[in-house]
């Protein structure tokens, strides 16, 4: 975790980086945000089937830690599943229903709160080990660390190792779990 003197800068940096990822809200005051990107690493198979190739569209998800700030003040577990599964919703019946709209063929994150991805209809994975894993996970936790209404000890209260993971959801199984029901089907 950084140490404090540095959180002005990392929100900074949190920022710019928004800005140069072209990071896009589902929708107005979304908690989600949208990257458009292209998969480089390993082929990777979901649980429906869909295969992910480098070079395949993934785009990735991304919280908007402002919205998690105002979270962390309600008691953010129910509100943000909420939330969350309302802008999947709204993210599904785009793909389902507006023919310009051109999905990528899944959407990823990484994230330290991977277990909310999973609560959502994501599959969760380990973030693959590289060079650069210590230092996600320390920005990740400084994030945390600044949102969290705990503050800097919400870091150590974890369950066990607080590291980030990877979440995927193929768009076939997004609109699925969140896309229109035909009448009489009860919602998931």
Do not use: K
């Not at 072209?22 to 869909?50: K, W």
């Not at 369950?159 to 990877?166: T, V, Y």
Request: charged letters at 30%; hydrophobic letters at 40%.
């Amino acid at each position: 975790m950084a140490p404090r003197l540095l959180e002005p800068i990392l929100a900074q940096v949190e920022r710019i980086d928004r800005t140069i990822r072209r990071i896009r809200p589902i929708r107005p005051n979304a908690v989600l945000g949208i990257e458009r990107h292209r998969h480089r690493g390993e082929p990777v198979r979901l649980r429906d089937g869909t295969l992910v190739r480098r070079g395949d569209r993934a785009d990735i998800v991304h919280f908007d830690n402002r919205r998690m700030q105002e979270w962390a003040a309600e008691g953010w577990q129910l509100l943000g599943l909420r939330e969350c599964r309302d802008e999947m919703r709204y993210l599904a019946a785009r793909i389902a229903g507006e023919p310009d709209f051109d999905p990528p063929l899944a959407y990823t994150g990484t994230s330290l709160l991977a277990v909310l991805g999973q609560r959502i209809g994501f599959e969760r994975r380990p973030h693959p080990r590289g060079g650069w894993t210590w230092l996600e996970n320390w920005y990740a936790r400084t994030i945390l660390a600044r949102w969290a209404r705990e503050g800097r000890g919400r870091v150590l209260l974890g369950r066990g190792n607080l590291e980030i993971a990877d979440v995927w959801i193929s768009v076939a199984e997004l609109v699925r779990r969140y896309g229109p029901r035909p009448a009489g089907e009860e919602d998931q």
